[in-house]
Nanobody
């Protein structure tokens, strides 16, 4: 059974840091590109960052994440992480991990419709507030 499980969310003050993680079960996460998305209150789900298979290693970031967030893989543990630094209140939302159906992120990694229903986690809540 394919499953993605996020963890690491919580409450953090503006300017703080947090690392969210995604554990893949029932399949090898590194077989395909993988990505983080988020959905803030009253907002659409949006792409945050993507990492291609480790044999390629390329990463892509949303403009809002560049310079502050870092996506990485731990292939030995079948996990993916997103390091969140310099957090702002507008970063508040539920963070979801997803496994894509392609090996490289490419130019359409952030299109949610391209991701199969079974390849989403249930999310972890990140709240940035003082």
């Amino acid at each position: 059974q394919v499953q993605l499980v996020e963890s690491g969310g919580g409450l953090v003050q503006p300017g703080g840091s947090l690392r969210v993680s995604c554990q893949a079960l029932g399949f090898t996460l590194d077989d395909y590109a993988a990505a983080w998305f988020r959905q803030g209150p009253g907002k659409e789900r949006e792409g945050v960052a993507c990492v291609s298979r480790s044999s390629d290693g390329t990463t892509e970031y949303a403009n809002s994440a560049k310079g502050r967030f870092t996506i990485s893989r731990d292939t030995t543990k079948n996990r993916m992480h997103l390091q969140l630094n310099g957090l702002k209140p507008e970063d508040t939302g539920v963070y979801y991990c997803a496994s894509l159906s392609v090996e490289r992120c490419g130019s359409t990694w952030f299109v949610t419709e391209f991701i199969g229903e079974d390849y989403w986690g249930k999310g972890t809540l990140v709240t940035v507030s003082s």
